[in-house]
């Protein structure tokens, strides 16, 4: 989205690095100091300034000093001390197998002691009582507007009235952790932008903390809404601790993976206990919403036996084993009301994920899916019951002609929960490019009423991603996203659309780079063929050279065609034709040759 | 699409270097010896085998002694002889400024004189009496089942006379010029699987002849079902020569880019016959397919002075500029009927260009665009009347919700002609990523009937595609036709993710690798995690690492819980929950750690 007129043009003086890219920071201001919602800017060469949505964080703010080992300013700290209605307490004991020491093993121990976060001390802080519910949709219902729906609101262009009325209907949620103060508040529903997922996180095979930090702040530098660690290796707690503190955006997890770190990977040996523990240890981190598979029921199971690809969720599958071990419905599912009451009291969001969901073209949209889509349409109201916000999880690998149902079905069963969908892929066969077999359902699903999309990158189904697949990833939804906002005619989207198109055909190349969703390989693309300095400024370009250049014969019509032209074609074309001929023809200038 | 069980299991040995990438040539026979339908064979591990598509020709068959001086053997030769409606002919004069040599430059001039095609001389040859009809829609019209289309049915797994009644219809058309005999005949409408479109071509700016040979063959090994060679700069007719006698995929042009060249540029200066000599010049050499502008009309081209982008297509505009110049309409339109009679004697396919198509999400389903829509229609209807096989060519830059209409539109208007877009991209917010931008949209216009999708390369807006970028052109495109294809429910499709998600499932992960798109990249990103050869038959991957992995439990429980489960779930389930913990509850194997 774009506002060419930007609300308050306080901005900062951007630093070498930032003029060399092309992005400016600058803030909106709200009703008050402490609300400044920070924007990207781009000063075009034409004097206009295009305002974009930035979820960059305070590390593309020259006026901000950063330190990944101090963390992020608490932004909202005193917004949530204010309502008066948390406690801080000393929280859970953090513990070795926290971070997967219970088993002494060659290979594990944290590579060094100085890994854990260094940042000052804070205690945990909850709803008062241990049970209060202090989330945004319990604010909304009671007709409050608190600050971080005023934020949101100026990011999205939209009345804190509709910010309020859209999370209290729970078409909406806005993931903030009482304990993860450093977001910058941001909002998951069909009637806002679409989101953009980035999930990040080690594994038993590769990656470091300081790896997993970088390409968090790599994906929210390219757009990233919110980031997922889904971490599976060893210093799960302590990667966990270095990416909230450095991150403002919302961060989710699937606390399933950590607990089955602390059982060594023994899916019946997991408990409602240690679930629970892992559960309450991340809510005290501040983990923003988390994934949880409530929805996998024992008589599902069987349905995916005649599957191509039975269970491709790594949480469906645990709980599956554990249901079928135990021939028990899972704690997940027995105790779901329980966890509400956890979850509401730190203001974390559920994300009920599909543990169900096709991993391949042949399994969408079958009995197994859709069975659980309605078990988690239940337990939404049960969520909702309890004051906690909450947003469904999609799949998956779905055709094209499938892909519309899912959303439908979604909406009417869960009562217009904000969607979340992976993809879905379009097809199976182009592994090394399910960024794109994805991004292609992406678009549609999202254009039909996906809020918030996971991301796929190059990887997918081949390896982790490294920072390229990061990017490319992320640069991949984005262009989902908001391809999607132009298709539901979301206010504002096109005039990104219409400032790129204008430097396209004004040839104003140093604004269609910096207006670019990657404006560095834009430029770098350019420059390939015209590297020169003077092409940047020239009337064609390498397509088809500076002899014949059907913009600049564009160009031409409208000078000479313009205004009255177009209301009367016939007399006007006479005329400007014979002027035309006595100009002597010229339909461009010979630049070169 | 794919066949597990191939028509004529004809399987050339694979050379070493066919062994590394895992396609292996193989062919499929017809009711004669000289129908060879050239197929790529996957052998997988498990014994079985799956035949695709392959528009490689026989660069790929270790068999064939290829060689880019001679040319590609003249396949179709025999069967154009045999139809005794064809006379060979002395053919016009090539003349210097055929490769831009009108006037002498400092710049200009061929590199080289070895540049000039080295191969068998041979006339040209049309239609007998230069008028007679030798198009497959007049043979298909006439009840006739040729080779062609006997080679296309055993290419799409249908019958000859679905080929020659959708021919007849005028919803599929079959481009080969009797003067390229070197095509592997294939057909572009509907109804059969979707098509992609290379574009390749230099330009005043870049490019050699050696690197359009090279990119062609290049785009047809990753899947181009036609090359468009859209040459702008020196040398065309020389570069044009050496790609159509190497070529084994149909070969289009815009023949006005070359008539442009030889009036120096000057649009205004262009007449009928430069034009038509041009056209007959590529008609001679064995062009397939020619996209003509004839739909840009006088009264048209004032519509456009208001949009955001003017008129885009660069044939489109040299019209415009050609109509303001002499205030007539376009010779293009007005000789209309003798170009039929042209192109019918040489069987050349029309593709009626969308000279008028929107640049930007602004200028999307505006008026200028559907006028000349509405003429297309018209137009289509008069070179069906001669015989001449046609296309519609449309857009380019159109939001998600308004692409369905465009389809639409189109095919009520031309009577179902093949649609052939450019795209659509459905944002211009990412330069540098239009193959995705517009990936989006090509899939979801082909899934509502676009039968051919132009491909658009990363380097889109910013300057000419070198090797990679068509590689990466058509990749994304191949996705997208293959998408289409499923959503259409087309026969067969779905067995090539069927195949691959099968291979998944059961960590066959060579077979993955060979069954992808892109063989090379898949195996390439796999082993950047898990490089060693133990991993390439693990029972894991880098994401979840060796300890834990969904498709690992999967498989047991389809193992444990298939077959009667399935039918009885609840009874089989408490059985086999007994029989799961007494084996240990184990629902993995720790291969490692």
């Not at 988690?376 to 002609?401: C, W």
Request: glycine content about 8%; hydrophobic content about 35%.
């Amino acid at each position: 989205m774009t506002s060419q007129d930007a609300r308050t043009p306080e901005t900062a003086s951007g630093s070498a690095e930032e003029r060399a890219t092309g992005w400016h920071k600058g803030y909106l201001s709200g009703s008050r100091p402490d609300i400044r919602v920070p924007v990207r800017r781009v000063h075009l060469t034409n004097g206009r300034d295009v305002t974009l949505y930035d979820t960059s964080g305070p590390y593309t703010d020259p006026n901000i000093d950063t330190d990944v080992r101090r963390g992020l300013a608490p932004l909202r700290e005193n917004w949530i001390i204010a309502r008066g209605d948390t406690e801080e307490y000393p929280g859970r004991e953090v513990r070795p197998e926290d971070d997967g020491l219970r088993h002494t093993s060659p290979r594990g121990g944290l590579r060094n002691l100085d890994a854990v976060f260094p940042g000052r001390p804070r205690l945990p802080r909850r709803g008062r009582g241990g049970t209060t519910a202090v989330t945004q949709l319990a604010y909304a219902k009671r007709g409050e507007i608190t600050p971080e729906m005023e934020f949101v609101a100026l990011r999205e262009g939209c009345s804190p009235e509709h910010v309020r009325d859209e999370i209290a209907a729970g078409r909406a949620v806005l993931p903030a952790n009482v304990n993860h103060p450093e977001t910058e508040p941001m909002i998951i529903g069909k009637n806002f932008l679409v989101k953009v997922n980035a999930n990040i996180g080690n594994s038993a095979v590769t990656s470091s903390i300081e790896e997993e930090v970088e390409k968090m702040t790599w994906a929210t530098r390219w757009g990233a809404d919110t980031v997922m660690d889904l971490s599976t290796g060893r210093n799960i707690h302590t990667t966990r601790e270095w990416v909230l503190r450095n991150s403002p955006v919302p961060i989710g997890t699937v606390p399933l993976y950590q607990a089955l770190e602390k059982v060594d990977g023994k899916a019946e040996e997991l408990t409602w206990e240690i679930y629970k523990d892992t559960v309450i240890e991340q809510c005290e981190q501040g983990v923003d919403y988390m994934t949880v598979h409530a929805g996998v029921l024992l008589r599902y199971v069987p349905l995916t036996a005649r599957r191509k690809t039975g269970i491709v969720s790594r949480g469906g599958s645990i709980m599956a084993a554990w249901c079928l071990a135990h021939h028990k419905e899972s704690f997940l599912y027995t105790h779901f009301e329980e966890l509400c009451e956890i979850l509401r009291a730190y203001d974390v969001t559920f994300s009920l994920g599909d543990g169900l969901r096709p991993g391949s073209i042949a399994d969408a949209n079958d009995e197994a899916q859709f069975a659980e889509l309605r078990t988690l349409g239940e337990l939404n109201r049960v969520a909702k019951s309890h004051d906690v916000q909450t947003m469904i999880e999609g799949p998956g690998h779905v055709p094209m002609h499938k892909i519309k149902e899912n959303v439908d079905l979604q909406q009417e069963i869960c009562d217009e929960a904000p969607f979340y969908t992976l993809g879905p892929l379009t097809t199976d066969i182009a592994p090394a490019y399910d960024h794109i077999t994805s991004g292609i359902g992406a678009a549609m699903i999202a254009w039909w009423g996906t809020a918030m999309l996971c991301y796929v990158t190059p990887k997918e189904h081949l390896g982790l991603p490294d920072r390229d697949d990061v990017k490319t990833g992320v640069i991949t939804y984005k262009i989902a996203a908001h391809a999607a906002d132009l298709a539901k005619g979301h206010p504002g989207a096109q005039e990104w659309d219409d400032a790129l198109s204008d430097a396209r055909f004004e040839f104003r190349w140093e604004d269609q780079f910096n207006l670019a969703l990657d404006p560095d390989t834009a430029r770098a693309f350019h420059d390939e063929t015209l590297p020169a300095e003077p092409a940047k400024t020239a009337h064609f370009c390498s397509m088809c050279g500076p002899k014949f250049c059907s913009m600049k014969i564009s160009q031409d019509i409208r000078r000479e065609h313009g205004g009255d032209l177009a209301l009367d074609p016939e007399e006007g074309m006479r005329r400007k034709s014979e002027e035309f001929a006595a100009s002597g023809n010229r339909v461009y200038l010979p630049l070169t040759d």
